[in-house]
């Protein structure tokens, strides 16, 4: 190993004194961003501690809106995809996903993106204070004020790409008079700015033999300007043409250069301390459109983020022997071998960019991740409570919990005009089947707890005392007694039958139960256990007015796809004097409010929640459907903190492993005691967390019909 380390500097001695990207960095980077360095220093250690790879940076084509038509655009044949761009939205979950991913550095690219009215707003959520950002322009757009507001946003560095020493050369491979002034004012209000200026060039066969080459080179070190050497690739307008590729004596020239001048330099040079090419390893290149690439120049898709997780693609691509190593050379502008075997099926492809299968047809059989193969349907919608499409991004997450529905990435928003919380887009109506799996929790019987009988019994006790049955005999205890029909009660969205057995039991009187939901196999536990049933929701299924006494529903209401409806329905449906008690995730929680901003509040349970309530926003949209509020409570949830720390482990930290191991999702008789362990333990937390705030992250809301309940309530 230590053998073929050597040989590897010998052929490309590294830069004296570390890395030209830090060595280069200005001292008011280091006093701006001190947590920056406190994190690079953590990946650092980790890198060689453990021997591994870790990922350090996005290249992110955020917008290919461009004013110029360059002569080797790379960015035109994705315009032509016919692929959904992302939406801001989207944009802002993946960059939330990033820093899931450890992401010391954004370096958005394009198109021009200067001209991106959206890059600002992305800016604030890339979290500057901790995080190193660089944008690449062509310069035409840059000004003096432009410069020093993206300096106040965050941003570290600014890459101009000038490509020859002349402006005759540089405006027409630009094709855009005037560029190459522009470019150098650029330069020097990034200069002034107090930022980092970079010129990047892209360098041609024969290119660093021309005279202009040389002048822009003298620039760069009379200057001290760090220069990046990119080298031209068959792709884009440049497609499938070898004629371009750099030669031995380019290759050996950007070298030389490098040696002298350790601020001339390349991408496959130095990389937190690995010599060569970071492609996959350390950065991965995000399209626009969402297809993650190993490399801005290396235009393979290896999966979407809309469809799969950073830490998936990444994966993906690492089974690929070409990206597991560190080339010394590009692979897609220098390695001529890797582009005729594996870069020759690009001109036929039907797609750009290609999947990763049409390239490296062995990826399907090394595939170490299967990423559910179900594709999901989803509806955008306006907001659930006032119709409002103005909206504001909170976060957004992917399925943690089961390994067959879906790995699609799930932005949260606020509605402006009313405070709601809610997932858009959602999982369309058609989908419930495939989000909700055979061993969804509550369509099954509850585990027994096996030779744990004895727990098991104490785990009823205290859940008889503080958990759902504590709310039934309350409940119950408000409702007027008498009469000689039996109490009717109706659960929406009941599951395997629990609730309704507790109203059976503690009721103290004669019932009727019904239970409705739209899973088959759980009606058919429901009905084993003497209730009746009905199949389907309650936005479809007419019911009679005012039949039921008591309207029961624990954790339904955020998973329909017209809250205000299903309201109205339970209105409907109840007697004059009758009783609603409404069980609902609290989004103004202590854990929802540290552990939502990442998107791993459990209570989000990714695709399945779709709306989320406070007190104030509940009882608005209660009011509208001719509720009125009784009493508003909370209560322990262990769960949510169980699928929080879940979440954390396997969407955070990559431990699906772990995840499963300390904190298991479904109760069986093989982790009963592990299981109700982490109940206690959190439902303490809970507790306390009640006892400090008054709040804890399951709502209980009893409300009966208003006295004038009609089409003029819910105006």
Known sequence: ???????????HPPARGGEARIRHTSLGFFVRKPLFFARAAVKYAAKYLTGGDVLRGIVFASSYRCNFRCSHCYAEPFTRSGDRPLTGEEKLAV?????????????????????????PLLLPHCKPRRTHISLASNGYALTRDTVRELKAAGVDKISISVDAGTAEEHDAFRNAAGSYRRCFEAIEFIREAGLTPVIITCVSRGGTRRESFARLIDYAVRTR??????????????????????????????????????FLTRDCYENMGSFGCPAAKQILYISEYGDVMPCPFLHVSFGNVRDMSIRQIRERMLLIPELRSYPLRCLAGEDREFIAKRLAALAGSGQYPPRAEEVFPEVHGLRRTEPPAIALRTTARPCPLCGSEQRAYVT????????????????????????????????????????????????????????????????????????????IKALLRSLPGGGAAPLSILDIGCGNGTALD????????????????FNARALEVVAAKGHATILGTLETVPLPAGAFAVVYSSNVVEHVGDPLLMLRRAADALMPDGMFLCETPNIDSFDARRFGPSGHWGGFHFPRHWTFFTAETFAAMAERA???????????????????????????????????AFFPLIEDAGNFKKSLFN???FTGVDLLARMITGKTSLMSVVMKKRSCAGERCRR
């Open 1 to 11: 190993m230590s053998e073929q380390r050597a040989d590897r500097r010998r052929e």
């Open 95 to 119: 960059i939330g996903e990033c820093l899931d991913a450890g992401v010391l550095a954004f370096d958005f690219v394009g198109g021009e993106i200067g001209l991106s009215e959206e890059f």
């Open 225 to 262: 300007t760090e220069l990046v050497f990119s080298a031209a690739v068959p792709f884009g307008r440049w497609a499938g043409r070898s004629d371009i590729l750099c030669d031995e004596e380019d290759v050996a020239f950007m070298r030389r250069m490098h040696q002298a001048h350790p």
């Open 396 to 471: 957004a997450g992917r399925e943690h919990e089961f390994t067959t529905t879906t790995d699609a990435l799930f932005p949260v928003v606020r509605c402006l005009a009313c405070g709601l919380v809610y997932l858009n887009p959602r999982p369309a109506d058609s989908e419930l089947a495939a989000i909700y799996p055979h061993n969804y929790y509550c369509h099954t019987a509850a585990a027994d707890g096996g030779e744990a009988s004895a727990l098991h019994g104490v785990k009823e006790f205290f859940n008889a005392r503080i958990g759902f049955p504590k709310r």
């Open 502 to 517: 507790a109203f059976k039991k503690y009721a103290g009187r004669p019932v009727a139960t019904t239970g409705l939901d």
């Open 626 to 660: 001719g509720l009125e509020v009784v009493h508003v409570d909370y209560h322990p949830v262990p769960i949510f903190w169980i699928w929080t720390m879940h979440s954390l482990l396997y969407r955070g930290w990559g431990s699906r492993e772990r995840a499963d």
């Open 679 to 681: 109940k206690v333990l």
